[in-house]
């Protein structure tokens, strides 16, 4: 059963969410796009859902919450924000498939998303610092009285995150959990300091960089010491007119790329909106803001054929809270597209990850650069002739 074309609903959560797909994310038997959580924030918000209100929904990994919302018959527009563009358009993606001729407005965080909201519904996130930052957010812009029901997996939930929304809320309220998710409600928004003080900004002394991070970015403000262990790498990777820092979060690969080439053009790219956003505040703080380009983008989908001499890559090996090599294996594939032949991707990670068969098979002749106790460092070199990175399938 599908919702009808008008938009109006002609179903339930029950018929809406196994039509849902997370594509163009990766796919995969063990991962789905909807989760208990997104069914206990739906039910759990449908009193708050009424003709006169004003719904946002934070962290819709898929968009069950916002098509959830729409199909309860909250009014439009549903506004939302989802920080990975993969989300962004998996969402679009579903909501053609359910029918929906739109009915929902995706927004970046701040005042158009959340402006005079009178319930807000939020996927927890799993750090406190990006919880902090939607905490804030909502508190500088949401109506006064609004109700803010923010849901997660039990098992990913902390004390931490009832004190993060006990800064920014009066009223703060756990409920008894089911089916291993719980969510949390908070309402009587409290005053905030009146200029955000995101993204954070932190002097590395060590790299002799400003690192600038807002809440979803990884790492924070810190150097991952995968990142570090890379960087020792820096004088030895060749001098590219055209270098890319893939999976940039926040941008100091980039940066430290730019400013030891300093004939070299740059560009920073990830998924996440917050990433993007601390990456360019993080070349602009380093005086390197005309330096580097930044692109919000999955796997550099904008980037054209063999157009980069060198892609620096620090790969996730994370899906939400699942450990799955796909996310890595996908990005080695688009470096194999967008090097020229001859390029190189460098990259780092943890020893026993066993990359080395696919980045010969993505990427081309794979050689080690170093290796600590944790970590290695490659280099591969993009085979000239046909193109490299056919045939990735994601792995168990
Ligand atoms: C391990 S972090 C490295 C971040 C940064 N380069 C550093 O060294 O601190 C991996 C990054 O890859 C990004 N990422 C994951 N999948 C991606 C995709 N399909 N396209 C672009 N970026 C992606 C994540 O958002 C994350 O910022």
Known sequence: MTLGSDGAAETNLDALFPQLRRFPDVEAANLQAWDATDRLLLDSAAEFLGPDSRPAVVGDRYGALT????????????RVHQDLITGELALRNNARTVGTGGGFE???LGSALLAGATVVLIQLPRSLAELEEIADAVARHAAPTVTVLAGGR?????????????????????????????IVIARKPLPVSPATPFPITSA??????????????????????????????????????????LGCGTGILAAMYARSRPGSRVTATDRSAAAVDSARATAAAN????????VQDDAMGSLPDSSADLILLNPPFHLESAVHSGAGLKL?????????????????????LQ???????????????????????????RRSGAQAGVGWTPGP
């Open 67 to 78: 098509l959830g919302a729409i199909t309860a018959g909250a009014p439009a527009p549903v």
């Open 106 to 108: 995706q927004l970046p």
């Open 154 to 182: 039990v098992k990913h939930m902390s004390l931490g995150m009832n004190a993060v929304l006990a800064r920014y809320f009066g009223d703060v309220q756990p409920q008894l959990a089911r089916q291993k998710s719980r």
């Open 204 to 245: 590395n002394a060590a790299l002799g960089l400003r690192i600038c991070a807002h809440g979803a970015v990884f790492a924070g403000t810190d150097l991952d010491i995968g990142t570090r262990f890379l960087l020792e790498f820096l004088p030895q990777m060749p001098d590219a007119a055209h270098a890319v820092d």
């Open 287 to 294: 005086g390197l803001g005309d330096r580097i380009d930044v």
């Open 332 to 352: 080695f594939e688009a470096a194999g597209r967008v090097l020229a032949p001859g390029g190189e991707l460098w990259t780092v990670f943890n020893s026993h």
């Open 355 to 381: 990359y080395r068969p696919a980045l010969e098979r993505l990427v081309g002749p794979t050689r080690e650069i170093g290796r600590n106790p944790k970590f290695t460092v490659t280099a591969s070199t």
